[in-house]
């Protein structure tokens, strides 16, 4: 198995622009997370889904973040418009329950500028 | 807000020399893991201990659980370059996969 695969591997952006983060799960796997991890804050769960349903997004920092799963193999986190401040790692995990190991991907390193 | 919070928040040792991180929570928890993560990859899981359990062993490592202290520890011992990585202890507070990481130990291992 490929594991969890995140695109890009890094992301650099102007402050204002729409950035898309993509992640395919490990195949069969049933929960996808979301996670941000910056120097400041840690890791930070954001969203995440259960067979494609997003389950709990109260990590969501603003409206500006948004995220979809639109099958089993594919979920993009979306942030528009980008700030600096959104600067950060961003990886997506996931799951097969009842195992409750985590599965990371490499994550994608986002710079705002 | 973290959950979990480890000490040290670095660590150097030689090689072939244990190395003991802890991990403090705040809330009552359904089982307590840790992951490493080696610089610039994801987290990777290392071992998972159930509230009612006190001590787990894989290979290497040793994890310990005092749920009265709300504690846990974890030993790697005869450590090699190899361990070199930042650990993190995550608690699953309410049995729904979500985890709550701490800041993380980062171990250097020195040859």
């Known amino acids: 198995d490929a594991g969890v695969i995140q695109s890009p591997r890094h992301e650099v952006t102007e402050m204002g622009q729409e950035v898309t983060l993509r992640c395919k799960p490990i195949?069969?796997?049933?929960?996808l997370f979301w996670y941000r991890q910056t120097m400041m804050r840690g890791l930070e769960l954001l969203i995440y889904f259960n067979n494609n349903v997003p389950i709990d997004d109260s990590g969501m920092p603003e409206d500006r973040f948004s995220a979809k799963m639109p099958n089993a193999s594919f979920s993009t986190l979306k942030i528009q418009p980008s700030e600096p401040r959104d600067s950060a790692v961003y990886f997506c995990?996931?799951?097969?329950?009842?195992?409750?190991?985590?599965?990371f991907g490499s994550g994608t390193q986002l710079s705002v500028l | 807000s973290q959950q979990g919070e480890e000490d040290p928040q670095a660590l150097s040792i030689q090689e072939g020399e244990n190395a003991t991180m802890n991990c403090s929570y705040k809330?009552?928890?359904?089982?307590l893991q840790w992951y490493r993560q080696n610089s610039g990859r994801g987290l990777v899981h290392l071992i998972l201990i159930r509230s009612n359990e006190r001590e787990k062993h894989s290979g290497r490592l040793r994890v310990t659980l005092d749920t009265s202290k709300k504690s846990s520890s974890l030993l790697i011992t005869a450590s090699r370059a190899a361990d070199t990585a930042s650990y993190f202890c995550a608690t699953d507070v309410s049995n729904d996969y979500k985890l709550s990481f701490g800041a993380g130990t980062t171990v250097t291992v020195r040859a």
């Open positions: 995990a996931s799951l097969q329950g009842p195992n409750e190991k985590l599965f």
């Open positions: 195949s069969g796997h049933d929960y």
């Open positions: 809330t009552s928890i359904n089982n």
